[in-house]
Structure formats: structure tokens, C-alpha cells
């Protein structure tokens, strides 16, 4: 009996479609493709291996033959703009100066509704 490969998949996972000659059923095997390093490459080869985790790529980690762990990338994160508080401070009150006697009142102001 011969298996002839119909169809490929591309990418991260390979669908295989195999139709067989005598009497056309259909056999279809599901191959997840993840790429493979050992502890040896994780210590001499990091690299490569931390590339492929920065494409997105799993890592399967083998040790005397055994797969043992795998490595997942994090998922991206965006980056958090960071906040300039001096000049939201100079869009607000603008060149103006508080001396202590002001803050002071503006402080007794705020906590007046908070007594009771």
C-alpha cells in the first residue's frame, strides 16, 4: 500500500493529507513542528536559541534524549508611554510659585468637607 502525500500546510503546524490508492479514505495526521534544543545548546548555543523565541517560536528542551520542558515566548507587550508629571505641572499652573503660606491655605481648603 503507498501513501502520497496530498496537501501541505505552511507555517508553525504542518496538516498532512494522505489519501490511500485501494479504497480512497482519507488519513489525515496532525504534526505540531516546534524546534528542538538540548541543555548543552542552551548553555554554549543561547543565541540562537533566545532568537527563536523572540520570533515567537517555541522550544522544545531535550536532556539525554528525552524531552523534559518546553519554552514558550511571552506574549509582546506594548510599551507604556512614560509620564512627564514637570510638564503637565507647567501646563497647569503655568510660571506661577506657591509660597508656604499659600500651600498652606490651599491644603485647609481641600480637607474643610472631610471633619464630618
Known sequence: ME????SLGTGPTLLLIFVLPLDRSIL???ISIMKVATVADLRNRFRRVSAWLENGEAVRIVK???????LTP??????RPKVDFARQMRTI????????????LMRDYDREGEEG
Do not use: E, Q, Y
Open 93 to 104: 499652573w503655568g510660571k506661577r510659585f506657591f509660597d508656604d503660606n499659600a500651600i498652606r
Open 64 to 70: 539525554r534524549g528525552r524531552a523534559f520542558a518546553s
Open 28 to 30: 489525515m495526521i496532525h
Open 74 to 79: 511571552l506574549p509582546k507587550t506594548t510599551v
Open 3 to 6: 501513501i502520497k502525500p496530498r
